[in-house]
């Protein structure tokens, strides 16, 4: 069985930094789309970055380019968003997701295998 297991967030102020880590198990594919999406009280859930790990290609929501990067580390099995210049409006629950074997980072992409979740605090 797939499993995602989040770690990593925490409470900081803003202009702080957090890494999360995202470990994977279960998982025979060698190539796939993974994510991280966050959802904040009342709010719909965004999806905030994505990469191929097949390439590497990632993609940002406008609202974090250039403050967070996604990556990575498929010896670990583990996927990393680091979090640079935090802001209030980051708070939220954050979830790594993975889809299906060959499976591209299309904007319709469905994913179907995601993690419990980390909580990140910004306060200003």
């Known amino acids: 069985q797939v499993q995602l297991v989040e770690s990593g967030g925490g409470s900081v102020q803003a202009g702080g930094s957090l890494r999360l880590s995202c470990v994977v198990s279960?998982?025979?594919?060698?190539?796939?789309?993974m994510g991280w999406f966050r959802q904040a009280p009342g709010k719909d859930r965004e999806k905030v970055a994505t990469i191929y790990t097949g390439d590497g290609y990632s993609y940002y929501v406008d609202s974090v380019k250039g403050r967070f990067t996604i990556s990575q580390d498929g010896a670990k099995n583990t996927l990393y968003l680091l979090m640079n210049s935090l802001k209030p409006e980051d708070t939220a629950m954050y979830y790594c997701a993975a889809g299906g074997s060959g499976a591209y980072c299309a904007p319709g992409l469905v994913f179907r295998n995601w993690g419990q979740g980390t909580q990140v605090t910004v306060s200003s």
């Open positions: 279960g998982y025979t594919y060698r190539s796939y789309c």
